[in-house]
């Protein structure tokens, strides 16, 4: 079996002008003054570059009041395609989401929060007054409240998986026509 990097013509070895992701590397040696890649390599780019994920358009609202939890969260979702606004509070949460909801893709919420409102009716309310907001409801403690939140609210146990937030995130951005598992 061959490497894949031996696949590449000599001046597309993995440098630095490739290490910021396939599409733009091989798009960059497109760019090269004089040269051209075969009509296959071509292709290959156009096809990459389509596929590429969109620009931060769109918000994840973390709603937590632990701060640890908080910043942990925020440095797992600052990496994904969604910019990152955060509360601490369900009251907070919703006054946000009042002036920007069109902005929010996504909403990922524990259930214990600050101030009277938690994140069972959190959810609930965006479910009712922002229903294209993908829900996402956090805790360590996985009570009968569960059974409460709406049907289109995706349940994770603390401590959750990197992978499995960025999964919900995925399909905040790129499916969000799909039911909810």
């Known amino acids: 079996m061959r490497q894949a990097s031996s696949l590449l013509p000599a001046r597309l070895e993995p440098t630095a002008a490739v290490t910021h992701g396939v599409a733009r590397g091989l798009?960059?040696?497109?760019?090269?003054?004089?040269?051209?890649?075969?009509?296959?390599?071509?292709?290959?780019v156009q096809h990459l570059r389509e596929?590429?994920?969109?620009?931060?358009?769109?918000?994840?609202?973390?709603?937590?009041?632990d701060p640890d939890v908080r910043d942990l969260a925020m440095a797992l979702l600052d990496e994904t395609v969604l910019d990152v606004v955060t509360c601490e509070s369900g009251e907070a949460?919703?006054?946000?989401?009042?002036?920007?909801?069109?902005?929010?893709?996504?909403?990922?919420?524990?259930?214990?929060?600050?101030?009277?409102m938690d994140g069972i009716e959190l959810a609930k309310a965006v479910n009712g007054l922002w229903p294209?907001?993908?829900?996402?409801?956090t805790s360590g403690h996985t009570a009968a409240q569960v059974a409460d939140l709406p049907g289109e609210a995706v349940f994770m146990a603390k401590p959750w998986l990197?992978?499995?937030?960025?999964?919900?995130?995925?399909?905040?951005?790129?499916?969000?026509?799909?039911?909810i598992r």
């Not at 798009?27 to 290959?44: I, V």
């Not at 929010?104 to 259930?111: E, G, Q, S």
């Open 132 to 137: 294209s907001i993908h829900l996402v409801v």
């Open 93 to 116: 949460a919703v006054q946000l989401l009042k002036e920007r909801a069109e902005d929010i893709a996504m909403l990922f919420t524990d259930v214990q929060l600050a101030g009277s």
């Open 51 to 65: 596929r590429e994920a969109p620009k931060p358009t769109k918000l994840v609202l973390i709603v937590e009041d």
């Open 27 to 44: 798009a960059d040696s497109c760019e090269l003054p004089g040269e051209e890649l075969p009509t296959r390599m071509q292709e290959l």
């Open 162 to 179: 990197a992978l499995d937030v960025l999964r919900e995130v995925d399909r905040a951005v790129r499916h969000p026509e799909l039911p």
